[in-house]
């Protein structure tokens, strides 16, 4: 079973199926598309109900976490956070997130990353979460910076986005008190 989690503003919920018009909706604004890697544009009828349908058993099988994003205040859905490529062997995850155009620039990636990768520490056991962005987006890569993430690499002409390949920064954070320290040989 998938907790909510609280932030003071935010509730981190499980998706439902009934969500699919509204993350058609501002996943499919051109401009969320644009800053990421994975989001298509235009986004195509029936793929959200099929993302949010694969959610469930991507849980069952412990490879990712996908929350719904909503105000605390009135439950309105303004994006997303997960957790994907989990390895609870190696005690890692990859952070993903996406915000709708009208809640940009109001801290609420920042909020809602903080308190999964602080489920993922605590309820996963995870060691270490890692991130990328686009290299042309600055936007994400100053939230996985305000989260602790450090810049780890760069890897060049990597995705090909729109018909152009373009560079992904590569961002990652070992978790304190998860991982002993390295000895000096």
């Known amino acids: ?16 199926a009934t969500d699919a018009a509204h993350v058609q909706r501002l996943a499919g604004d051109a401009r969320v598309a644009d800053t990421t890697a994975n ?6 009828d029936g793929a ?9 058993p991507a849980l069952a099988a412990g490879t990712r976490v996908a929350y719904a994003i909503t105000l605390r205040q009135d439950g309105s859905l303004i994006g997303t956070v997960d957790l994907h490529e989990i390895s609870a062997g190696h005690a890692r995850a990859m952070l993903g997130y996406w915000i709708g155009v009208p809640y940009w620039g109001q801290g609420y990636a920042t909020e809602a990353a903080r308190r999964l990768i602080e489920h993922g520490q605590t309820a996963l056991g995870l060691s270490r979460i890692g991130g990328a962005c686009l290299a042309r987006n600055p936007a994400s890569a100053q939230v996985m910076e305000k989260l602790g993430l450090r810049l780890e690499g760069r890897l060049i002409a990597h995705e090909c986005k729109h018909g152009l390949f373009e560079d992904l920064l ?5 978790l ?10």
Do not use: D, F, K
């Open 1 to 16: 079973m998938q907790p909510v989690l609280e932030t003071p503003r935010l509730l981190l919920r499980p998706y439902l």
């Open 39 to 44: 989001i298509p544009h235009p986004y195509p």
């Open 48 to 56: 959200a109900q099929a993302w949010i349908a694969g959610l469930a």
């Open 170 to 174: 590569l961002y990652g954070l070992v």
């Open 176 to 185: 304190p008190g998860r991982v002993p320290p390295v000895s000096p040989a």
